[in-house]
Nanobody, 119 residues
Framework: QVQLVESGGGLVQPGGSLRLSCAAPGSIGSISDMGWYRQAPGKQRVLVAKIRNDDTTDYDDSVKGRFTISRENAKNTVYLQMDSLKPEDTAVYYC?????????????WGQGTQVTVSS
């Protein structure tokens, strides 16, 4: 796997917005899909959203209509636009990239960025 670099987390009030970014190195090669996971305090890591090579997307029901995942292929970067944030969105958010290395599908991760939604 390779190192993914995340940014954009922080503290925001309920109803506010944040935009997370995740960049993979240019040497990563062919990407299958990228996504965002989150792990709330005392909870397991779960999938929030992913975007495939054909630009189709999946979202967890808890974020549909509020979060938007997108990517900028030339920069090997994926974004998560988070609107109408709720306290339940508080978690560490992890970027994931599934990509091909020597003919095998490889799973790389970012180190996590904290998102806190609180009054």
């Amino acid at each position: 796997q390779v190192q993914l670099v995340e940014s954009g987390g922080g503290l925001v009030q309920p109803g506010g917005s944040l935009r997370l970014s995740c960049a993979a190195p240019g040497s990563i090669g062919s990407i299958s899909d990228m996504g965002w996971y989150r792990q709330a305090p005392g909870k397991q890591r779960v999938l929030v959203a992913k975007i495939r090579n054909d630009d189709t997307t999946d979202y967890d029901d808890s974020v549909k209509g509020r979060f938007t995942i997108s990517r900028e292929n030339a920069k090997n970067t994926v974004y998560l636009q988070m609107d109408s944030l709720k306290p339940e969105d508080t978690a560490v958010y992890y970027c994931n990239c599934n990509h091909w290395v020597r003919g095998w599908l490889t799973h790389s991760w970012g180190q996590g960025t904290q998102v806190t939604v609180s009054s």
